[in-house]
């Protein structure tokens, strides 16, 4: 009985060793491994004693003899571990690899997947994303949740397209920023075979570190400096490209090309100006990366829309600055007498946005001296009839944004009693010439009376000569 009973379990033994073998086999080519496309994969050949000497396989393939597979030439052993190493791996590099050692063969299901990136990852502003992401394997391919991190690691929601294969994803995003530039991630789950997978990848978005439409505000006479930022350097922008600096007074005028520029993939510079209209100055930016105009002595018609636009592969992006200029000035020109007044006008070169306002004060001066403007107003007049310092401040929403000041001075005194003296007496004057016109104007027609009558007394005279003479002849 004893005997048999030993017998019993010795066979329980080694059906339960046969048992267990049979299991870690099975776990063992279960082994799911991960590669992406374009990288490296080191296949891990558990267990594997220092000194055994290994040969890997692709399917039946050796990797290392004459029948090469295709992975060959860009494959190696590990010295130290006997790990196989493959790199810029592709699609077809996926399914089973088995690494044999002694009487061992442990066996691995490489899974590889491939990310592509429309315009090989170079965008403008305003372009959509689009992935492409492809799977092979030498199982069922699984269904895959793909989700996807922006560049500060935030989860963005893409439309996902799947084909019935679960061969091809398509995951489109709209409308990118220069802002989302950096290193974003894809993750790629399933739950059988279970896959975790982060595929980071570099989205650039060539632009502008401006805004695409900045207000700029200058008084007549200032000196200006407009700047458009590039954030090539900052996104390791691989490759050149070109762009232009232009200006035009009126959104419906005509355009006038201040400036072009190009910049080489290194990052080499150029800038040519291209119009003596009015006079600006180029400025050189620290980093090249920076495109600078300077206008001194801003004139008031120097105002107007400046923009300034990149273009990367017959694609473009822009960026502009309003500038708006504003003067003042006063009519009549000049001191202030006494008793008169003055219209003080402060004017901006183009209509200001709702939020902004200008408004004419006295320095010192009281409540009733504060003018403002209603909205869209370009002009703000102020009738003045105290002197001081006069200022016109830009005011946006609680901020002041520039001031131009006007200082009405008093005519001196002597000016007023000039001005009341000639007053007066010019209407002296006038009382004068009118007496002297009268006067002279009766003594006028007395001589004329009197001429009159020295005419007829001589016709007088005359006849009665002529009288007296027949009066003879006929006697
Ligand atoms: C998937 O891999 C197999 C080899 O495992 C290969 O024959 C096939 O062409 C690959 N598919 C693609 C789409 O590359
Ligand atoms: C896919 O992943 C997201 C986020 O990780 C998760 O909320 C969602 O439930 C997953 N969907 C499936 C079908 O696994
Ligand atoms: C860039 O501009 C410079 C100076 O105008 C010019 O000599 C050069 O040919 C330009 N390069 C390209 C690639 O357009
Ligand atoms: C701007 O006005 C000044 C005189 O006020 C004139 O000399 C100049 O040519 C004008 N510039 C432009 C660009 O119209
Ligand atoms: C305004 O008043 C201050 C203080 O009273 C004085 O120092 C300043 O000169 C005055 N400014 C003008 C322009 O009147
Ligand atoms: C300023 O005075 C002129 C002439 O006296 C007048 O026509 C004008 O309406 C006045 N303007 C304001 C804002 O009071």
């Known amino acids: 009985m004893e005997s048999c009973s030993m017998v019993v379990s010795s066979t329980l033994c080694v059906v339960l060793v046969l048992h267990l073998g049979l299991i870690s086999i099975m776990a063992q080519q279960n082994e799911v491994q991960i590669g992406v496309a374009g990288q490296a994969v080191i296949l891990n050949c558990r267990g594997i004693p220092h000194h055994a000497a290994v040969t890997w396989k ?24 006997k ?5 810029d791996l592709r699609l077809s590099d996926a399914g089973i690899y088995t690494c044999e050692y002694e009487s061992h063969t442990v066996s691995i299901s490489l899974h590889v997947f491939k990310l592509m990136i429309s315009l090989d990852g170079h965008f403008l502003p305003n372009e959509d994303l689009e992935l492409t992401l492809m799977q092979n394997s030498s199982h069922l391919l699984p269904s895959l949740n793909i989700t996807l991190f922006n560049s500060n690691n935030n989860i963005v929601t893409p439309i996902v397209v799947e084909d019935k294969t679960h061969q091809k994803y398509t995951v489109k995003l709209k409308e990118l920023e220069a802002t989302d530039s ?30 695409d439409l900045e207000r700029k505000y200058a008084t007549v006479g200032s000196t200006v400096i407009l700047s458009w930022h590039l954030n090539f350097r900052k996104i390791t922008w691989k490759g050149g490209f070109t762009g232009q600096l232009n200006w035009k007074q009126q959104e419906s005028a005509p355009a006038h090309e201040l400036l072009d520029f190009n910049t080489t993939a290194w990052g080499e510079q150029h800038k040519t100006k291209k119009s003596n209209r009015f006079w600006f100055e180029i400025r050189e930016g620290k980093f090249g990366s920076t495109i600078e105009v300077k206008l001194s002595k801003v004139n008031f018609n120097h105002s107007g829309h400046y923009q300034c636009q990149l273009a990367y592969n017959s694609r473009y992006v822009q960026s502009k600055i309003e500038l708006v200029v504003m003067k003042v000035s006063a009519n009549p020109a000049g001191p202030l007498a006494r008793g008169a007044e003055m219209t003080l006008t402060c004017q901006v070169s183009s209509p200001l946005p709702p939020n902004t306002h200008l408004r004419w004060e006295r320095v010192n001066g009281t409540q009733m001296d504060v003018k403002k ?21 830009l005011i946006e929403d609680n901020d002041l944004m520039i001031s131009l000041s006007y200082p009405v001075e008093e005519a001196p005194v002597w000016i007023s009693y000039v001005v009341i003296g000639a007053s007066v007496g010019g209407s002296v004057l006038v009382f004068v010439l009118a007496c002297l016109c009268t006067i002279s104007g009766i003594s006028w027609q007395r001589r004329r009376q009197r001429a009159k009558r020295m005419v007829q007394a001589r016709q007088y005279l005359l006849e009665n000569k002529t009288c007296q003479c027949q009066h003879r002849l006929n006697k």
Not at 65 to 77: F, L, V
Not at 373 to 393: D, F, M, P, R, Y
Request: charged residues 20%.
């Open 58 to 81: 692709h399917y039946k393939l050796l990797i290392f003899s004459k029948g090469k597979a295709t992975m060959s030439d860009r494959s190696e052993i590990i010295p130290s571990s």
């Open 83 to 87: 790990h196989l190493k493959v790199m």
């Open 182 to 211: 950096g290193t974003w991630t894809c993750r790629v789950h399933s739950d059988s075979p279970l896959i975790n997978q982060n595929i980071p990848f570099d989205v650039r978005v060539l632009g502008f570190q401006n805004p």
């Open 373 to 393: 403007s209603k909205q869209h107003e370009v002009k703000l007049e102020v009738n003045v009839s105290t002197a001081g310092l006069w200022i016109c401040h």
